[in-house]
């Protein structure tokens, strides 16, 4: 009897040790998918991950290199070297830049979305039917989204669309229409499932509408499916027509800012009035800033890195009696790496020059000197052309100085969406605790009238744009002005320093075409551009050279043009 029952026990003890759930170790010595991914608390912290990748976005490439926009038609590299692709023939798969984004997107933001996605159904999760829908309406509009970045830099690229828990070495890249399709069925599933109405920061109903109105444009180019326009145009009117919260085009004056000259273009802008919180029903999602708090800024760089990005380095500047200028407490410590082109300065403000989004408030022209000279402290720069056609400066009596003015990175028009309180009150950081538009109802107008121009309907194309330009004062146009140049150009009008105009090139295939219209302006660099050395293959960026390297399973090609 006695030896029956050690038989037994032991039986026991076997068949215990040969229960799965006995062997699953779930570490509770640190966060780990076993241990956070198991409330409604838990899933939230991983979807803040999701949002603090999507940050790093802008600031991924450092807190010099802005490459969403530099080297495009509105933005020339602003220093005498061949970096920021003022040469385009040094990008190639082993530049840092296409190694970042690259993995940005696959570290940072898919890896993320998968890991919420891979659990988030588990029915025996103790979580809310709607904080579950909107928690993976989060996860999935990220991985749309993402999707839809690596679409516009790189083409085809692998969709990976579930968590990775062993090396994989036999990737292999899915077509630009796969991919553009994986992320509008990632949008599409998020437009039923996010929230209406959400904190500040959070992503709404309308941003996945929004980011879908654009891909459903690029597959209905890929495609050359005209139905892909008629989905375009359906997800972008969900937005205006508050189908996917309450947001619409600001046309009054709002805010605080509202007692203080300036325009309701500038509002949409002003420190503190970004958010829905704050009475802005444009913004859609934002960037969130703040100074001394802790996740308050960037992980790579602090805050919001506009001023550094677009601002010109106007504190280098001297006076007639050669005083340099200084960092000032209105003004934000520009670097002047954004450049930009003659294009953005003086091209797209032809049609009108009084259109609202040109005026004083909304682009800075007129500079002063602020250094210790008691002369000409608190003076307007005066400057002018001389026979040379060179930009000099001059004194109160109207004459010429010898100093010529650098208008590659010192003087040249600052663009005021980057005006904010300086990061952590250091006014020389070059960086602003003001949130970051991300998304905006002015852009889901133009995303549906570009879909109504590609299905062959300018009139209704004309209206739409005629809606944001309405609310600039400026001159109407007609469905005869409607064209794809006119779009980009109304796009950079309305969304400079906002939109990743790379991207937007590239998915409309123009980029190689409009860089060598608008960025072809010789440097002191044996004449160097962006213009004059991009070349056709450069349509797409490439694949990183690593990346290549270690898909030993499987061949996995690189775009064409660049070395194999």
Known sequence: MKNNIIILSLLSILLISCNDNYLNEVPLDRLSPENLLTNE???????????????????????????????????????????????????????NA????????????????????????????????????????????????????????????????????????????NSREEVLMFAANDLDEASKLLALEVADGRVPRAAAFHVLSEVYISLGMVTND?????????????????????YEIMTSRFGPA????????????????????????????????????????????LGNNGPRYWAPFIDRVTSPNNVTNVPADSLNRGI?????????????????????????????????????????????????RKSDGELYTKRLDGTFTDLKLDTLSRYYPWIRK????????????????????RIRVAETYLLRAEAYFRKGNNAQAAIDINIVRNRANAITI??????EDFILDERA???????????????????????????????????????????????????PQKVIDANTGAEFTQNPGYPQ
């Open 41 to 95: 608390a838990g899933f939230d912290a991983a979807i803040i991950g999701l949002y603090q990748g999507a940050r790093e976005e802008y600031v991924v490439a450092s807190n010099i290199f802005e490459y969403m926009t530099v080297s495009t038609d509105l933005a020339e590299w602003g220093r005498n070297d061949p970096r920021g692709n003022k040469d385009y023939r040094l990008l190639d798969g082993n530049l």
């Open 98 to 173: 296409s190694i970042v984004y690259w993995d940005w997107a696959y570290k940072l933001m898919i890896a993320r979305a998968n890991l919420v996605l891979e659990t988030i159904d588990d029915p025996n999760i103790d979580i809310s039917d709607a904080s579950r829908a909107n928690i993976k309406g989060q996860a999935l509009f990220f991985r749309g989204y993402t999707y839809n970045f690596l679409a516009n830099i790189y083409g085809g690229v692998p969709i990976v669309g579930e968590r990775l828990k062993v090396p994989k070495f036999d990737f292999t890249r």
């Open 226 to 246: 005209d139905s892909f326009y008629d989905k375009s145009i359906a997800a972008a009117s969900s937005v205006i027509n508050k189908e996917g919260g309450d």
């Open 258 to 301: 509202s007692s203080m000259p300036g325009d309701v273009f500038s509002d949409v802008f002003a420190h503190g009035q970004i958010n829905k919180s704050s009475g802005n029903k444009e913004v859609i999602w934002a960037h969130q800033y703040e100074s001394f708090t802790l996740g308050g800024a960037t992980v790579r760089n």
């Open 336 to 384: 002047g790496v954004n450049s930009p082109t003659n294009y953005v300065k003086y091209d797209i403000w032809k049609l009108d020059w009084n259109d609202m989004r040109n005026s004083k408030y909304n682009i800075r022209r007129q500079f002063y000197y602020n250094g210790a000279d008691p002369e000409y402290y608190g003076k307007p720069i005066i400057v002018d």
């Open 418 to 437: 980057i005006d904010g309180t300086p990061f952590n009150d250091d006014v020389t950081s070059g960086r602003t605790s003001k949130d970051l538009s």
């Open 478 to 483: 007609s469905a005869t002005d409607v064209t």
């Open 493 to 543: 009008r309305e969304l400079l320093v906002e939109e990743p105009r790379l991207r937007t090139l590239i998915r409309m295939g123009r980029l190689v075409d409009r860089v060598r219209t608008y960025n072809s302006a010789p440097s002191a660099i044996g004449g160097i551009s962006a213009g004059n050395t991009i070349q056709d293959f450069n349509q797409f960026w490439p694949i």
